[in-house]
């Protein structure tokens, strides 16, 4: 299948069962679907931009995320590839600003980004492809900028759907080797911070599920990893 439909086929399910979704997953981060862990990084993230700073909910789908930033005063952009979802996110959170676009092709200006969460919107992008959406990442984040990813941990195997609660999809998702997201997020100029991977404990899981914070290297960094030597006269 050609990349295009890969990403036609996952917008079209997403926007068949975007309601379904807001039903049995919600509109918030809630208990039921996010552990204590999840809930500390999520903490986490709002901390780190509550005073400041403008962070991309990446695959944002109705806007949990960024609705429980904004709730802690961080400026917010949620961006998805499914309209259907972003309907939906502007009907739960009207107050909040959401955009259509593919986590490989932003809508957003070069480093305009100071932070970025992909909360399970990695999931259907092919491990050969999480390349070119970490390279995007690092062209729209700030020099130094931080990003948090979380996705069902694997082998890199595919799952294929093609049923959602009756309604007809074709949804491939891709349960990530951490190992393999570390090295393609160094390949793109993060320096990884953390990589935690936690037993499935809640009703809907079924695999682990992994966490990774980076951050992009500042200028200095990048330029010392290149032997560039930089002065600040
Ligand atoms: C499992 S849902 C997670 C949604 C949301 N982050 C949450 O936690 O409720 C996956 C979302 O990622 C979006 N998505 C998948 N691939 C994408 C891509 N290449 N670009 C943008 N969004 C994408 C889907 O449309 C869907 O809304």
Do not use: D, G, K
């Given at each position: 299948m050609t990349v295009d439909g890969e990403l036609a086929r996952t917008r079209a399910s997403y926007d068949a069962t975007a309601d379904l979704y807001a039903q049995s997953v919600g509109t918030e981060i809630s208990e039921s679907i996010e552990a204590a862990l999840d809930r500390l990084l999520l903490d986490n993230v709002a901390s780190l931009f509550s005073d400041g700073g403008r962070v991309g909910d990446l695959g944002c789908g109705p806007g949990r995320v960024s609705a429980f930033l904004a709730g802690h005063g961080v400026d917010v952009v949620g961006i998805d590839l499914s309209i259907r979802m972003l309907e939906v996110g502007r009907r739960a959170h009207p107050h909040l600003c959401f955009a259509a676009g593919d986590l490989a092709a932003l809508p957003l200006a070069d480093h305009s980004l100071d932070g970025a969460v992909c909360w399970y919107s990695?999931?259907?992008?092919a491990p050969d492809r999480l390349g070119r959406v970490f390279d995007e990442l690092a062209r729209v984040l700030a020099p130094g900028g931080y990003l948090l990813l979380a996705f069902q941990a694997g082998n890199g195997e595919a799952r294929h759907r093609s049923d959602v609660r009756g309604t007809a999809v074709a949804l491939t998702n891709y349960l990530h080797d951490p190992d393999d997201v570390v090295r393609s997020l160094t390949g793109a100029g993060f320096l990884v911070a953390s990589r935690v991977v936690r037993d499935p404990?809640?009703?809907?899981?079924s695999s682990p599920q992994a966490f990774v914070e980076a951050r992009l290297r500042s200028f200095a960094e990048a330029s010392q990893a290149l032997g560039v030597v930089v002065h600040d006269d």
């Open positions: 990695i999931i259907h992008t404990e809640l009703a809907h899981e």
